[in-house]
């Protein structure tokens, strides 16, 4: 699986459109690049995975660059309950042994500020 | 709410000794995954079953074993416990064996051996 490098903290304001960027560039063509984040210590919460194309759901959008070499997942109006660590992990879509677990990072841990 | 359950959610005992976790997945996910996320290496993957069957292993220790049920729950076993194997546990659940499917994780169980 492709190395992902993630900023280890950022600050948003609660309401504003928090971005949190993620580095990707030896990323395959078969890989997708999935977030998840942990509240506290939580289990992981998947929020949202992509391949090439930007992806919205009720949670958040996920923009690709054209390249595929970076992402950045946009939480459109941040709530103090979106503080949390947010990872992004690149992984191979097509099922086969031994590729199907999810390899963590450091990722970013986020801070909504009143 | 994931769907997926661990018992217990808090475990303490001591070295040397040895405990059982259970996971139970969601309805209809037939692949279970376990993590370990300790304070000094963060979220890792151990041990993944799919329909009974082990399917990929990670960084399980030899005193580690797990096991999936036929009725698809999954134990992990710990043995001859050390001050080192003090974490969260978690489990994971997915439909099937990964491809772009999603992983849902349950609450953990904390595990202190003193």
């Known amino acids: 699986d492709a190395k992902t490098t993630q900023p280890p903290s950022m600050d948003c304001a609660e309401g504003r459109a928090a971005n949190l960027p993620c580095n990707h560039s030896?990323?395959?063509?078969?890989?997708?690049v999935y977030w998840y984040r942990q509240i506290h210590s939580q289990g992981p919460q998947y929020i949202i995975h992509?391949?090439?194309n930007n992806e919205t759901n009720e949670m958040a959008s996920l923009i690709i660059t054209e390249d595929r070499k970076s992402s950045t997942l946009i939480l459109p109006h941040a709530t103090l309950r979106d503080t949390a660590v947010y990872y992004c992990i690149v992984r191979v879509g097509v099922s086969n042994f031994g590729n199907e677990k999810l390899t963590f990072g450091t990722g970013t841990r986020l801070t909504i500020i009143p | 709410d994931s769907g997926v359950t661990q018992t217990p959610k808090h475990l303490i005992t001591a070295t040397g000794q040895r405990v059982t976790l259970r996971c139970s997945p969601r309805?209809?996910?037939?692949?279970v995954y376990w993590y370990q996320q300790s304070l000094d290496q963060g979220l890792q993957f151990l041990i993944q079953y799919y329909n009974g069957e082990e399917r990929a292993k990670g960084n399980i220790l030899e005193r580690f074993s797990a096991q999936q049920f036929p009725d698809l729950h999954s134990e992990l076993n710990l043995s001859s416990l050390e001050l080192g194997d003090s974490a969260l546990y978690f489990c994971?659940?997915?439909?099937?064996?990964?491809?772009?499917?999603?992983?849902?994780f349950g609450p953990g169980t904390r595990l202190t051996v003193l």
């Open positions: 030896t990323i395959s063509g078969n890989e997708y």
């Open positions: 994971a659940s997915s439909v099937k064996g990964g491809g772009a499917s999603e992983q849902f």
């Open positions: 309805s209809g996910d037939l692949s």
């Open positions: 992509g391949l090439k």
